[in-house]
């Protein structure tokens, strides 16, 4: 695999390396991960779908489109709770 370069303002490649040495790892590795971990809005409709699908099948649970809207607005405010508590 060959190695790109990415041309950011340096606010954002200092920041990019604040954040990496706070988790002990390389810009590279930070960008890569973000890369990896991050799922397109196509990809989260997909996800949901085969969610869904397996609920359904395995469980006998329909999730209406109003409970999965309800729940990811759960999620979302749990996980800046958590957020919020680390920090």
């Given at each position: 695999?060959?190695?790109?370069?990415?041309?950011v303002p340096a606010e954002v490649r200092d920041r990019?390396?604040?954040?990496?040495e706070s988790r002990g790892t390389s810009i590279r590795s930070l960008v890569q991960e973000f890369a990896e971990s991050t799922l397109t809005e196509e990809e989260r409709r997909e996800r949901a779908e085969r969610?869904?699908?397996?609920?359904?099948?395995h469980f006998g649970v329909e999730v209406s489109d109003e409970e999965?809207?309800?729940?990811?607005?759960?999620?979302?405010?749990?996980?800046?709770?958590?957020?919020?508590?680390?920090a």
């Open positions: 695999m060959s190695d790109a370069m990415i041309r990019l390396a604040v954040i990496a969610t869904r699908a397996y609920l359904a099948e999965s809207v309800a729940m990811g607005a759960r999620l979302h405010e749990a996980f800046t709770r958590a957020q919020d508590a680390a």
